[in-house]
C-alpha cells in the first residue's frame, strides 16, 4: 500500500468531516464587502449606470481573487498543520 492509500485510510471518517472550510473573520468581512459593494457604488456613481457597472465588475473579480487567496492560505496552513504533526 503507498502512502496516499495509507493517508486517505486513516483520515477522518465521514462523521467528522470537515464541510465548514471557509476562510475565517477576514473571509467573512470580503464576502460582506463585495455583496455591500453594488449598494455603496450606487451610492457613490449615481449618475453614469456604465461607470457603475464597470465599477462593481472589477470589485467583484477583487473579492473573488481575495476569497480564493484566503482560503488557499488556510488551506496551506492546515497542511502544514498536519505535516508538523505527522513529523512529531
Known sequence: MDASTQDA????????GRTHIGAGSGGHWLKMAG????????ALVPDDPVKRWRWIRIISVIAAFGAEALYTARIQRERQRCENERGR
Open 9 to 16: 485510510l486513516t483520515g477522518p471518517c465521514f462523521r467528522h
Open 35 to 42: 455583496i455591500l459593494s453594488p449598494l455603496v457604488i450606487g
